[in-house]
């Protein structure tokens, strides 16, 4: 078995588009769902449909070849002669409307559409739901992508059948916890989930494999694998921001004024005096003060006593945001 080895440092962003054209990211030029628009300084959103090389089933259907295609992340849609093509039915992050080819397809499963894997997940780690929770939520949505790619396969023989599932990605960082005995906040409570939805998933492929010839080539993709996030990526901005304040003009990329309360990366408000006081939820205790007529402020009841974090009696946020923030475009 030969090892995949994905674009370093690029993930997902990058990841499918190469999987799926054979090319690197410099000539697909498909980097992060926002990125710069080339030869410019504009920052836009990106999806699939900037997309223009051509995917290796194109290829095969251009040579006569029947492909099936389901939920290939990133990838815009086509519409092969004798093929089929699901885009975004059940995937991970949804970055296009739901399509199918041939049109027929798109009414038929439409309905039978599982709600999307990443929205409900994040939805549940908000209500802190259990690992439990977490599992049977994604062992549904892979029974319904195997209920799927079983109908498909039957409308065989295929030249070429692609299916991604999205729940072993949706499993990882929220049932980590229970699988990885060095996190932080790791708990056996709930057994292992993610190596149950790891089971899940190998039972759909043995059940696939039984619609399939015996000289059918198979090939298994698993992508880039599942560790703690420890990189700190939440503070690039500020970082940024302040190496162009210290050490060069102004970006020619947009630059606005805050004209509300400071915030940092976690959501607190903080006094634009520099005391470190973070506001209440209610905001009381906060005015609305002016540094100059062009630089409307936010100050807490206790700035223009003193500045310092100690007086206060609070630490700054170690993600105080600037007074300055990037806006897009």
Same mark, same amino acid.
């Given at each position: 078995?030969?090892?995949?080895?994905?674009?370093?440092?690029?993930?997902?962003?990058? @990841?499918?588009?190469?999987?799926?054209?054979?090319?690197?990211?410099?000539?697909? !030029?498909?980097? %992060?769902?926002?990125?710069?628009?080339?030869?410019?300084?504009?920052?836009?959103?990106?999806?699939?449909?900037?997309?223009?090389?051509?995917?290796?089933?194109?290829?095969?259907?251009?040579?006569?070849?029947?492909?099936?295609?389901?939920?290939?992340?990133?990838?815009?849609?086509?519409?092969?002669?004798?093929?089929?093509?699901?885009?975004?039915?059940?995937?991970?992050?949804?970055?296009?409307?739901?399509?199918?080819?041939?049109? /027929?397809?798109?009414?038929?499963?439409?309905?039978?559409?599982?709600?999307?894997?990443?929205?409900?997940?994040?939805?549940?780690?908000?209500?802190?739901?259990?690992?439990?929770?977490?599992? $049977?939520?994604?062992?549904?949505?892979?029974?319904?992508?195997?209920?799927?790619?079983? $109908?498909?396969?039957?409308?065989?023989?295929?030249?070429?059948?692609?299916?991604?599932? %999205?729940?072993?990605?949706?499993?990882?960082?929220?049932?980590?916890?229970g699988h990885d005995p060095t996190h932080p906040r790791y708990t056996a409570e709930a057994g292992d989930p993610l190596a149950r939805v790891y089971a899940l998933?190998?039972?759909?492929?043995?059940?696939?494999?039984?619609?399939?010839?015996?000289? /059918?080539?198979?090939?298994?993709?698993?992508?880039?694998?599942?560790?703690?996030?420890?990189?700190?990526?939440?503070?690039?901005?500020?970082?940024?921001?302040?190496?162009?304040?210290?050490?060069?003009?102004?970006?020619?990329? $947009?630059?606005?004024?805050?004209?509300?309360?400071?915030?940092? %990366?976690?959501?607190?408000?903080? %006094?634009?005096?520099?005391? !470190?006081? @973070?506001?209440?939820?209610?905001?009381?205790?906060?005015?609305?003060?002016?540094?100059?007529?062009?630089?409307? @402020?936010?100050?807490?009841?206790?700035?223009?006593?003193?500045?310092?974090? /100690?007086?206060?009696?609070?630490?700054?946020?170690?993600?105080?945001?600037?007074? $300055?923030?990037?806006?897009?475009?």
């Amino acid at each position: 078995m030969e090892p995949v080895i994905n674009p370093p440092g690029l993930v997902v962003g990058s @990841t499918w588009p190469s999987f799926w054209s054979g090319l690197w990211p410099s000539s697909h !030029g498909f980097y %992060c769902f926002r990125q710069l628009e080339a030869h410019s300084d504009v920052v836009r959103p990106y999806t699939p449909n900037d997309l223009a090389v051509p995917s290796f089933w194109s290829a095969l259907a251009e040579a006569g070849r029947r492909v099936c295609i389901v939920d290939v992340p990133l990838t815009p849609l086509t519409r092969p002669a004798e093929g089929i093509h699901v885009q975004d039915w059940g995937t991970h992050d949804r970055m296009l409307p739901f399509a199918a080819w041939p049109d /027929a397809l798109e009414r038929e499963i439409g309905r039978h559409r599982p709600l999307p894997a990443a929205g409900q997940v994040r939805r549940l780690r908000r209500e802190g739901a259990s690992g439990t929770k977490l599992y $049977r939520t994604l062992e549904a949505g892979i029974e319904k992508k195997t209920a799927l790619n079983l $109908r498909l396969l039957e409308r065989g023989p295929w030249d070429a059948f692609v299916s991604i599932y %999205c729940e072993s990605h949706c499993a990882e960082a929220p049932v980590l916890v229970g699988h990885d005995p060095t996190h932080p906040r790791y708990t056996a409570e709930a057994g292992d989930p993610l190596a149950r939805v790891y089971a899940l998933l190998d039972g759909a492929l043995a059940r696939m494999l039984e619609r399939v010839s015996d000289d /059918a080539t198979v090939m298994v993709l698993l992508s880039h694998g599942i560790g703690s996030h420890h990189d700190a990526d939440h503070l690039l901005r500020e970082i940024v921001t302040r190496l162009d304040d210290a050490y060069g003009p102004a970006s020619t990329l $947009r630059v606005t004024t805050e004209n509300a309360p400071v915030r940092c %990366c976690a959501g607190a408000r903080i %006094c634009a005096s520099g005391c !470190g006081r @973070t506001a209440p939820a209610s905001g009381a205790g906060w005015t609305r003060a002016a540094a100059s007529s062009a630089s409307p @402020t936010t100050r807490c009841s206790a700035a223009s006593a003193s500045t310092s974090p /100690a007086a206060s009696g609070a630490a700054p946020c170690v993600r105080a945001a600037s007074s $300055r923030s990037w806006s897009a475009g």
